[in-house]
C-alpha cells in the first residue's frame, strides 16, 4: 500500500513561476486536503475535497489552486510563485468527511513537499 | 479566532521516564481531538484520538487525558523511548472538513 504520494519531495522556484505539486491516494479515500506547515505554526489548511469534482478552501488559501478530477488525485498548483510560499506542503485524505466526532476523520498524510522560492 | 495551541515548545526527558505533552485549546464546542506524531522528514502520523464525551483514552504505551472544564488536552508516555523523539501536534475538528493544528512540541529523549 503507497498511501499517500507526493511529488516532488523538494523544489526550489524563482518568484512569479508557476507549478503544481502532485498527490495521489489509493485508499479510495473521499476526503483532500492540502496544509502548509510553517516553522512555529503548526500546519495550516489551504485547499481541501470532499469528493471528486468538489473543492473547497481552508483558512489561507490565496496564491493556490486546486482541482479533483479523480478520486486519486489532488493536485495543488502556485500560480505566481512568492517568497511567502516558501514552506513544506503536505497532502492528507481520509475516509469520510470530517464531521463532527468521527473517528473516520483521522487523516493519513504525506511525506511532505519542500518548496523554496526565491 | 478559537486555535488549539500548546503549552511548551520543547520537552527533553529521559529515556525511560514518562512524558507529558499538554495541549489548551479554546473552542469549547469542540467534540473530537486527536494527536499526531511527526519524525523528521515526514508527514504527521496518528497516534490516538478522544471525542468530548470521554475523560481519558489509552492505547499502546499512550493516554490522552482530556479535561474539559478547563480545556486542557494531554497526551502521556509511558517510558520514554528513543523512538519517541519527534513533535508531537494536537488537533481539534472543527467541523465543516477543518482540522485546526496547534504549533507543536518537540520531544527530545536524552539517554
Known amino acids: 500500500n503507497a498511501g499517500v504520494t507526493q511529488t516532488p519531495k523538494f523544489q526550489v522556484l524563482k518568484t512569479g513561476q508557476s507549478m503544481t505539486l502532485q498527490c495521489a491516494q489509493d485508499m479510495n479515500h473521499e476526503y483532500m486536503s492540502w496544509y502548509r506547515q510553517d516553522p512555529g505554526m503548526g500546519l495550516r489548511l489551504i485547499h481541501y475535497?470532499?469528493?471528486?469534482?468538489?473543492?473547497d478552501q481552508g483558512e489561507v488559501p490565496n496564491g493556490y489552486n486546486v482541482s479533483r478530477s479523480t478520486t486519486e488525485d489532488f493536485p495543488l498548483r502556485l500560480l505566481s510563485a512568492a517568497p511567502s510560499q516558501t514552506s513544506v506542503y503536505f497532502c492528507?485524505?481520509?475516509?469520510?468527511?470530517?464531521?463532527?466526532?468521527?473517528?473516520?476523520?483521522?487523516?493519513?498524510f504525506g511525506a511532505g513537499s519542500r518548496l523554496t522560492v526565491l | 479566532g478559537e486555535s488549539v495551541g500548546l503549552h511548551l515548545p520543547t520537552l527533553s526527558v529521559q529515556e525511560g521516564d514518562n512524558s507529558i505533552i499538554n495541549c489548551a485549546y479554546s473552542?469549547?464546542?469542540?467534540?473530537?481531538f486527536i494527536w499526531y506524531k511527526q519524525e523528521s522528514g515526514k508527514g504527521p502520523q496518528f497516534i490516538i484520538d478522544i471525542r468530548s464525551n470521554m475523560d481519558k483514552r489509552q492505547g499502546q504505551r499512550v493516554t490522552v487525558l482530556l479535561n474539559k472544564t478547563v480545556k486542557h488536552l494531554s497526551l502521556q508516555i509511558a517510558a520514554t523511548q528513543p523512538g519517541d523523539s519527534a513533535v508531537y501536534f494536537c488537533a481539534e475538528n472543527l467541523g465543516d472538513y477543518k482540522l485546526s493544528f496547534g504549533a507543536g512540541t518537540t520531544v527530545t529523549v536524552r539517554a
Open positions: 473552542n469549547s464546542a469542540s467534540d473530537y
Open positions: 492528507a485524505s481520509s475516509y469520510t468527511r470530517q464531521g463532527r466526532g468521527s473517528g473516520a476523520n483521522v487523516l493519513t
Open positions: 475535497s470532499v469528493g471528486a469534482g468538489i473543492t
